[in-house]
Nanobody
Framework: QVQVVESGGGLVQPGGSLRLSCAAS????????MGWYRQAPGKQREFVAD???????IYRDSVKGRFTISRDNARNTVYLQMNSLKLEDTALYLC??????WGQGTQVTVSS
């Protein structure tokens, strides 16, 4: 059994910053990809960023240069630093582990 729990969401003004965290626990295989997707109301879930166990990161084009994903393997935790937030970044942000385990999500709302 693997659990994935996100935290760090909230309400922020355009141009502001938030840092999301995601902690995995339970029977972990040791080497895995972790990352973030997001889903806005009425829209499909979309990829945001992934990071491998070794630290290689990939991003969707619209967040490149604004978001940074990182991980702490000793703590089985992945982070998403989000800067220069835009209205269109508003969504429920969901963390995954290897695409097999998902958290409940943390809400990010960008509004003036």
């Amino acid at each position: 059994q693997v659990q994935v729990v996100e935290s760090g969401g909230g309400l922020v003004q355009p141009g502001g910053s938030l840092r999301l965290s995601c902690a995995a626990s339970g029977r972990l295989s040791g080497i895995y990809v972790m990352g973030w997707y997001r889903q806005a109301p009425g829209k499909q879930r979309e990829f945001v960023a992934d990071i491998t166990f070794g630290g290689t990161a990939i991003y969707r084009d619209s967040v490149k240069g604004r978001f940074t994903i990182s991980r702490d393997n000793a703590r089985n935790t992945v982070y998403l630093q989000m800067n220069s937030l835009k209205l269109e970044d508003t969504a429920l942000y969901l963390c995954h582990l290897d695409g097999n385990y998902w958290g409940q999500g943390t809400q990010v709302t960008v509004s003036s």
